[in-house]
């Protein structure tokens, strides 16, 4: 005789408000296998779940229905309840009240109630036919790949490693770094950003547990949690890194010069490159887009100087496929294309720069070696204007967000500016001065009591060019009038927007991503580095707007959750798989294209009909590779596929609870 | 290539030399306007400051003829053509209010008769060489600051043009041997009725334009709204009253200027009816060197 236990959760107010909790649990008593049913305030605290296990022993339960909130979040905590009290975890089922009831109708209390009755009824019918299942135990592969070697990435390879784990770092650019060596000096600090970032960097390359796998990509990823195997190509460098010693003879000698990418063309680099001085590795790679070599068949100047003979033009990119346990994605994030602003001169205009223009212009290491000189002439100006909120808040042009980093570093910018040009004026466009953070409002007040920036509140509406000068017009909402400064220079606080190719990356790895292609983390508030695909992390600005320090301590959170993976050998995998019933399976295939984790494939065996032995295709379920979405369940012509824990007699059994 | 035409009020009375200019240049280029028959005032601002639906129907009665005769319609002033594209998208955005409309006008208008910007049908729907190859009077060293108005070329989803930075008068007179100059002030607000109720804000808002356009280099002004020329015109000399200057900026519509290089008789193009003396501009143009001998 089969008991089954109802336990109506009240979620504070959450449900009770706008479902009579007592009543729903009066009403299941009447459910056919219920032996017991309850109400109480909070299911998923401690005297809730004593309470359950109570029930369990003292009326005999061998499966619970939970009615409270959807099974993302406490799924997980009444198994472990209720295996405490010895029933098998999944003779246990939810009924979604809350997202699926309280909160979506919430003013109708009697027909809310009777929806709650209905959705606890399927739940028992469905528990009914509820089976226990087994863990099985995988072996975990104890080695992490951090994918992009930012400032995000380099801090989560760090903790891994520093934890005594083996991290590789995949990074597309010759060198790792990021966005974060562009930049010059960091709020609300103003220490140097090279000086706190470059150590990091020498630290990871040397550290015995980390590789670094510079210039190169993420192909293709397959797996699963504890066992990913990850193609990752290795773009030909043409130079052979065990030769070279990093003289940096070529670069010198090589007579051909390209815009330089991170100092965002205001100067050149060589066709055979390092990115900065400070790359790690400091070993130059060959564009090959550029390289007169490759472009027309001559020149080879650089394999004549080098002195170590590492130069080699026949190298062809190489792909390798590894195995880890754990994925953290550190991908970083890019900045909004300002162009689309006509009224800012559809970035025609030289003199009008982005900040991360301006970062170079500002740093010591930079084309101008630190002086402020405008891209035009190259003359340092005297009146600048800075604009925020250029393509962020803005759901016309740009992006509906905040990016949350400009306030603070046009606040810095306006400092330094004042710093470095004694006469100059500085005059900052804002819509709002947003600086929640340690230290950032008393940064903001000084740049404008100490340093005398001038803010003004209200959008610029126009920039032209008039002679030399750009004219900048604008309104001071807080003056109610229209204002016009004659800018020498004008630095718009672009938004940070997800890297081009975020979503396709996501795609490969199989996490998910928003509106704006920044990917999405299993929970914002609880699961803040967690993605939906277990084994998956985030760090960094992938995941949406985020500073410096946010970005080490969510590297550092996603360290913690990767070395908690690695630190046991064998991880228990999900019972909830597809299975086949070999009898009934006509071996057509059509499930096999259907799956998107290659799980499913034909194998042949052997059975005896009418006393011969005959061979037939049929299909088989990798438990390991298995996610047990049920796509494969839908598209059997035979219904020889089921999916565990949700199979077709289940499933039915709820929809008949409920309509018949 | 035929089209329904509207000309408006304004093109019967302050913007006449623009109805002139436009009829003589479209039978130049062969294109065949049908003046829509009975046609009404499209309700300008008066009737889109009043009621909603009033404003929707005037305009839609005439796009509503022009349906019934398979055409879309070309339109020369930006007020009458913005208000005729409302009712388009209107109709074609809500079925409700294409039947109130219908009924309201006592004919059917669905928005299959699409209201064209005379400035896009004639930069956009003839090939430009082929203009070019029509010229016989280039508008050889003639600067011209191509002004598009406020209106003609928003709200940006509905344009034909680039709100901040349009080019279509810009290549139009490229096509025509002219100079368009580079000038950030193709979009900037005349100040409309602002010269009539608000002088003095209306003026401030002309003399920009008109300095603008003097500082860029321009000979003359390029406009294709009746009521920015009355403003840039009519109003110059007081504008420039104020800061002592004189501008002496000939403003012309785009179509007066394709009407001159077009070779057509001055004096049917209307460039005589303006405030602003025009002659020597036209004189540049109408005794220049002619056609140059293409290789």
Not at chain 2, 153 to 161: A, I, Y
Request: contains cysteine; hydrophobic residues 35%; charged residues 25%.
């Amino acid at each position: 005789m089969k008991r089954v236990g109802v336990f109506v959760c009240h979620c504070g107010t959450n449900i009770a408000a706008s479902v009579d909790c007592a009543q729903v649990a009066q009403n299941a008593q009447n459910f056919p296998g219920v032996a017991y049913a309850t109400d109480y305030k909070y299911m998923c605290s401690e005297p809730g779940q004593e309470l359950i296990k109570k029930a369990i022993k003292e009326h005999k339960l061998d499966r619970i229905v939970v009615a409270s909130c959807s099974p993302r979040m406490h799924e997980p905590t009444f198994r472990r309840c209720i295996e405490g009290a010895g029933l098998n975890g999944y003779m246990l089922e939810m009924a979604n009240i809350r997202e699926h009831c309280s909160w979506v109708h919430p003013d109708d209390k009697e027909r809310a109630t009777q929806k709650s009755t209905e959705l606890a009824r399927m739940a028992v019918a469905k528990v009914l036919n509820n089976t226990p299942l087994e863990k099985s135990q995988i072996p975990v592969t104890k080695r992490a790949l951090v994918i992009g070697g930012g400032i995000a990435g380099i801090q989560a390879a760090i903790d891994i490693a520093n934890a005594g784990h083996k991290v590789d770092i995949v990074e597309k650019e010759p060198s790792i770094g990021g966005k974060m060596a562009q930049i010059d000096k960091t709020f609300p600090t103003l220490d140097c950003s090279a000086c706190i970032l470059t150590p990091k960097m020498v630290e990871a390359a040397n550290h015995p547990n980390i590789t670094l796998i510079t210039y190169s990509e993420v192909e293709k990823v397959e797996g699963y949690v504890g066992n990913f195997d990850v193609t990752i190509r290795k773009k030909a460098r043409s130079v052979d890194m065990n030769k070279c010693t990093g003289c940096g003879l070529c670069s010198e000698k090589c007579p051909s010069r390209v815009p330089s990418e991170f100092e965002m063309g205001m100067t050149t680099r060589k066709s055979i490159y390092t990115p900065f001085p400070q790359a790690i590795p400091n070993k130059p790679v060959i564009d090959r887009e550029n390289c007169r070599y490759f472009k027309l068949g001559k020149c080879k100047v650089c394999e004549r100087v080098c002195p170590a003979g590492a130069i080699d033009y026949t190298q062809e990119d190489e792909l390798v496929t590894e195995r880890y346990g754990a994925i953290v994605v550190a991908t970083g994030f890019d900045l909004f294309d300002y162009s689309v602003y006509g009224e800012y001169g559809y970035g025609k205009y030289p003199d009008v720069i982005t900040g991360l223009h301006f970062e170079r212009l500002i740093n010591a290491s930079g084309p101008t070696m630190g002086k402020i000189k405008r891209p035009s002439d190259g003359k340092e100006p005297k009146n600048v204007v800075f604009i925020k909120c250029v393509g962020s808040r803005d759901e016309a042009k740009g992006k509906a967000y905040c990016s949350k980093t400009c306030c603070m570093y046009t606040a810095k910018h306006a400092t330094l500016v004042r710093e470095k040009i004694k006469d100059s004026n500085v005059y900052v466009f804002y819509m709002d001065v947003r600086t929640p953070g340690k230290g950032y409002e008393e940064f903001y007040t000084r740049t404008t009591d100490q340093y005398g920036a001038i803010y003004i509140r209200g959008r610029v509406s126009k920039i032209y060019q008039k002679g030399e000068k750009l004219i900048v017009k604008g309104a001071d909402t807080l003056l109610g009038k229209q204002v016009e400064v004659e800018a020498d220079m004008v630095v718009l606080a672009t938004a940070m927007v997800a890297q081009p190719d975020a979503a396709k990356l996501a795609q490969m790895i199989g996490i998910s991503y928003d509106q704006d292609n920044f990917y999405t983390e299993a929970h914002p508030k609880l699961a803040p580095v967690e993605t939906h695909t277990a084994g998956v992390y985030l760090a960094g600005a992938c995941q949406g707007p985020k500073d410096i320090p946010e970005s080490v301590a969510q590297a550092s959170g996603a360290a913690a959750k990767v070395c908690a993976l690695l630190s046991k050998d064998e991880m228990a995998t999900e019972p909830i798989i597809s299975q086949v019933n070999e009898a009934i399976c006509a071996g057509c295939g059509m499930c096999i294209p259907i799956c998107p984790y290659k799980a499913l494939e034909l194998k042949t065996i052997q059975e005896r009909v009418q006393g011969k032995t005959i061979e037939r295709k049929v299909a088989s379920v990798n438990s390991g590779l298995c996610q047990g979405c049920g796509a494969c369940t839908v598209a059997c012509r035979s219904s020889a596929l089921n999916l565990k824990h949700f199979t077709n007699e289940q499933i039915l059994a709820e929809v008949d609870a409920l309509c018949l | 290539m035929k089209y329904a035409y509207y000309p408006g009020c304004s093109l019967s009375s302050t913007g006449i030399e623009y109805d002139l200019s436009t009829r003589a240049v479209a039978k130049a280029l062969g294109i065949d306007l049908w003046e829509i028959p009975e046609w009404n005032c499209c309700g300008s601002s008066s009737a889109h400051l009043t009621d909603h639906l009033l404003a929707l129907a005037l305009p839609a009665r005439n796009m509503a003829i022009a349906e019934a005769e398979g055409l879309d319609v070309v339109i020369p002033c930006a007020a009458c053509y913005v208000r005729s594209k409302a009712v388009e998208v209107e109709v074609k955005e809500s079925p409700e209010m294409q039947k109130t409309i219908s009924e309201v006008i006592e004919r059917e208008y669905t928005g299959k008769a699409k209201a064209r910007a005379l400035l896009d049908v004639f930069a956009n729907d003839l090939d430009l060489n082929n203009v070019s190859a029509l010229v016989n009077k280039p508008l050889q060293d003639l600067k011209v600051a191509c002004y598009y108005g406020c209106l003609l070329v928003r709200p940006t989803k509905l344009g034909f043009d680039d709100a901040e930075d349009p080019q279509s008068m810009d290549k139009l007179m490229q096509a025509l041997g002219g100079t368009p100059v580079q000038w950030s002030f193709k979009t900037e607000c005349c100040g409309a009725s602002r010269s009539l109720d608000k002088t003095q804000v209306g003026l401030t808002m002309i003399e920009r334009i008109l300095s603008a356009a003097k500082e860029a280099g321009a000979d003359c002004i390029a406009t294709a709204c009746p009521l920015c020329m009355s403003n840039l015109d009519m109003r110059q000399g007081q504008a420039g009253a104020k800061s002592g200057q004189t501008y002496n900026l000939p403003v012309f519509y785009f179509t007066e200027l394709m009407g001159l290089a077009l070779g057509l008789n001055p004096q049917e193009l209307g460039v005589n009816k303006h405030f602003v003396d025009t002659s020597a501009v036209v004189k540049k143009v109408v005794e220049g060197k002619g056609r140059r001998e293409t290789a």
